[in-house]
């Protein structure tokens, strides 16, 4: 089966859930641990054109943020993502709204507040969900996989 995928990245690539910073700059974050070799084994598995970076940002500031951060760890390259697969939004609901005009096949959110919006049509994947989030959003992880490493990201895609 064809995997076409969006992932977030602010706490599912970028790793501020172990970081003790109060920062909305997300640039100091670092990778999360396998993201880079998962993402990139999904790349080289299903294509460059099916692998797309879905992220929601408050302020062009942290669009900014965003670029630096890709830049900084070197993302782009190291996974062979696109930079055309790379979208930015400033609501919510609207990486669902994205990712149905995509076509995309599965997404992967660390926030079901988010992947409640998503159709049933795609495979959601819920990664290190809080438990609070998991709580208010008891429909959201009865349909979602839930991840707590890329690894598992990358079993669930039948890529590690």
């Given at each position: 089966?064809?995997?076409?995928?969006?992932?977030?990245?602010?706490?599912?690539?970028a790793?501020?859930?172990?970081?003790?910073?109060?920062?909305?700059?997300?640039?100091?974050?670092s990778?999360?641990?396998?993201?880079?070799?998962?993402?990139?084994?999904?790349?080289?598995?299903?294509?460059?054109?099916?692998?797309?970076?879905?992220?929601?940002?408050?302020?062009?500031?942290?669009?900014?943020?965003?670029?630096?951060?890709?830049?900084?760890?070197?993302?782009?390259?190291?996974?062979?993502v696109?930079?055309?697969?790379?979208?930015?939004?400033?609501?919510?609901?609207?990486k669902?709204?994205?990712?149905?005009?995509?076509?995309?096949?599965?997404?992967?959110?660390?926030?079901?507040?988010?992947?409640?919006?998503?159709?049933?049509?795609?495979?959601?994947?819920?990664?290190?969900?809080?438990?609070?989030?998991?709580?208010?959003?008891?429909?959201?992880?009865?349909?979602?996989k839930?991840?707590?490493?890329?690894?598992?990201?990358?079993?669930?895609?039948?890529?590690?």
């Amino acid at each position: 089966m064809a995997i076409k995928i969006g992932i977030d990245i602010n706490g599912v690539l970028a790793d501020n859930k172990r970081a003790h910073i109060k920062t909305h700059d997300y640039s100091v974050f670092s990778v999360m641990k396998d993201a880079i070799d998962i993402v990139r084994e999904i790349v080289n598995q299903h294509g460059a054109e099916n692998v797309y970076i879905i992220s929601r940002v408050k302020s062009h500031q942290l669009s900014f943020i965003t670029g630096i951060w890709m830049e900084t760890h070197n993302f782009l390259k190291e996974t062979n993502v696109l930079l055309d697969n790379v979208y930015i939004c400033n609501m919510l609901k609207d990486k669902a709204r994205i990712a149905k005009e995509l076509r995309l096949t599965h997404f992967v959110d660390d926030r079901p507040a988010v992947l409640n919006h998503f159709p049933e049509s795609i495979v959601i994947i819920a990664f290190q969900p809080g438990d609070k989030e998991m709580k208010k959003y008891p429909d959201v992880l009865s349909r979602a996989k839930v991840a707590n490493s890329w690894k598992e990201v990358g079993k669930y895609l039948n890529v590690a």
